[in-house]
């Protein structure tokens, strides 16, 4: 071989080694600059990571305080319901003890009459000339013929005062006031006695 082809020979195969070499760079930098960007992916995906893993972990606190206040909250309602109803119960049998000691009194059973007062002797009238004989004038004389009516209104106000406070219905004092007493307005003297008990 000539000396000329040699040197061509050795210029090509130079060009051959420097672009392998030129290759072999491109090839590493860019092996360098991909394992860079996983590092830096790596990275980042480690710490979205742990960041949700942190708010995992907050979460998890945040539900169990939850899950203990709510608990909490569950026992102090129950031991509310057991106290009321215990106070209940408690009120339950005051009032059966209180119904066995009081005896129903019969419905149809008149409640015992109040003694009748006694009326107060008439005043001696001051004396006067005697007055001329007259013929009674029919009402005085019908006025006269009417039975008593006791003294005023008071005798029949108590009466009814007093079966109306041991709950006698007032048709029935009602009746009773008109067997025994003549009284110009009973509805009156009915409603005064029954608006007074019911204040």
């Known amino acids: 071989m000539s000396e000329g082809k040699q040197s061509a020979a050795a210029t090509t195969a130079d060009k051959v080694r420097a672009i392998l070499e030129a290759a072999e760079q491109s090839a590493a930098e860019l092996r360098a600059e991909a394992a860079e960007e996983i590092d830096a992916q790596l990275e980042r995906a480690q710490a979205i990571a742990a960041r949700l893993s942190d708010r995992a972990d907050q979460m998890e ?43 129903a009194e019969p419905a149809s059973e008149r409640p015992p009459q109040p003694p009748t007062e006694p009326r107060p002797e008439p005043r001696p009238l001051p004396p006067t000339e005697p007055p001329e004989p007259t013929e009674p004038e029919p009402a005085a004389a019908a006025t006269n013929s009417s039975p008593p009516t006791g003294e005023g209104h008071e005798g029949p106000r108590l009466i009814a005062l007093n079966m109306a406070l041991n709950g006698s219905p007032r048709d029935e004092t009602a009746r009773y006031l008109a067997e025994n007493f003549e009284l110009d307005d009973p509805e009156a003297l009915l409603d005064e006695v029954y608006a007074r008990i019911r204040h």
Do not use: H, I
């Not at 319901?81 to 005896?103: C, F, I, N, W, Y």
């Open 61 to 103: 606190r945040s539900l169990q305080a939850l899950a203990d206040s709510m608990r909490d909250e569950v026992s102090a309602l129950k031991a509310d319901l057991e106290e009321l109803r215990a106070v209940g119960e408690g009120v339950g049998e005051q009032s059966a003890a209180a119904g066995e000691e009081k005896p």
